[in-house]
């Protein structure tokens, strides 16, 4: 069966500050990737994604991430957070090749202080 | 830019009463999907939807939920008799096509469910 873990639950950085949140998945074959992220009050939105080719992926706002296979990891890097990046950032996963159904991460709540 | 839409925003109900929720997924799009998030849990998938019939469900999604797509435009999932623990905010998704060059889901804002 499909899971993700996302080990960081609850984050705080200032403004400026660099940004790293860990994914790691376990699935028996290849996956699409995703990072959603939630603004307090809003709908799920994608800020990236993995399906094949260069894997360092470079999404909405600033936000790159990095497919590792060797590590099952896909984590979301940000070089210089703004106050606004204050969210709740998910990490999911589908069958490679597909639109099936994702797997979630429990989420990690971002606080960026000015 | 076209996005998902739910209604309602809020639905308070009694345990033991049906409930149905609305979504108008992205007019183009042909895969469907409901997913819900209990608060403080993940977000967690119930089921997928393809020409007009279910193509994949969790264990969640028992006997007392149904989904529906009545008029070519709406997406429904019912809830025949509620429980407490189906308390959650409810994400309806859809997608372009099974073998696009894009796979992504675009999620609507969620229908917060509140069982009493």
């Known amino acids: 069966a499909q899971s993700v873990s996302q080990h960081n639950h609850h984050v705080i950085l200032s403004e400026a500050a660099s940004l790293e949140l860990g994914c790691n998945y376990s699935?028996?074959?290849?996956?699409?990737l995703f990072w959603y992220v939630q603004y307090p009050g809003q709908h799920l939105q994608l800020l990236l994604k993995y399906f094949s080719g260069d894997p360092l992926v470079k999404g909405i706002k600033g936000f790159e991430a990095e497919f590792i296979k060797s590590k099952f990891s896909f984590n979301l890097r940000k070089p210089s957070v703004q106050w606004s990046d204050t969210a709740e950032y998910f990490c999911a996963v589908n069958k490679t090749g597909t639109a099936s159904k994702l797997t979630f991460g429990t989420g990690t709540r971002l606080q960026v202080t000015l | 830019e076209p996005e998902v839409t739910q209604t309602p925003s809020h639905q308070v109900t009694q345990m033991g009463q049906e409930v149905i929720l609305r979504c108008v997924p992205i007019?183009?799009?042909?895969?469907f999907y409901w997913y819900r998030q209990i608060l403080g849990q993940k977000v967690e998938f119930l089921v997928s939807?393809?020409?007009?019939?279910?193509?994949?469900k969790s264990e969640i999604f028992d006997d007392q939920f149904s989904v529906e797509r009545p008029d070519g435009s709406n997406f429904t999932l019912k809830i025949r008799s509620t429980k407490l623990e189906d308390s959650a905010m409810y994400f309806c998704?859809?997608?372009?096509?099974?073998?696009?060059?894009?796979?992504?889901?675009?999620f609507g804002p969620g229908t917060r469910l509140t069982v009493t």
């Open positions: 007019s183009n799009h042909l895969y």
């Open positions: 699935y028996g074959g290849t996956v699409n």
């Open positions: 998704a859809s997608s372009e096509a099974w073998q696009a060059s894009s796979y992504e889901q675009y």
């Open positions: 939807f393809y020409n007009n019939e279910i193509s994949e």
